[in-house]
């Protein structure tokens, strides 16, 4: 008898765990959708200066702002907005859609599910515009600086549109919104 109770209870304790393994592998639970808007940039806006950039395989892009901008890092490219002391800025970086991150859906998800290593606050939204269909997010990166991201794919490519500004100062989102208005891609 005690030979039986120990398969019985072996069996019974693999039944267990491959449920618990079965549970533990199982998709996460889908997400809500996300609410949809179109800009409606405002209009009026000076923006004299004429920016081409984008990387070295042909897929670049081109935008109007209110001055010339610099690459750093390769792909990275700043357009100040602002300087001190309110820091206001909008970069553009892109990367091949890879990895973790291989489509902006991937990218959107990991940012909702992780919204304390992500930094996202509120719900993104997506938002039509000169860009295609991105996502739009604010990322709070300390109590004085929030970044208000726009993420788009493009080809094969993942583009980050980022505004850096203070949480309380909306100043230039005027700006902003006809910059992205502007947008072009080659």
Known sequence: ???????????????????AATWALRPPDALPPLAVETLAPPTGIDLPAHVVAGGDDGTAFSLDAPVEGHIGGGTIYTIPLEGPPAISSVGVAWVTAEGP??????????????PEDSQVVGEPVVEHSALGAAVRKDLVMTAGVTITQWAVQHDDDLYLVEWMHTPEDDTWRPTVEAMIASWRWS
């Open 101 to 114: 991150f291989r489509s902006l859906d991937a990218f959107t998800d990991w940012q909702r599910r992780h």
């Open 1 to 19: 008898m005690p030979r039986r109770r120990l398969v019985v209870a072996l069996v019974g304790g693999l039944a267990l765990l491959g449920a």
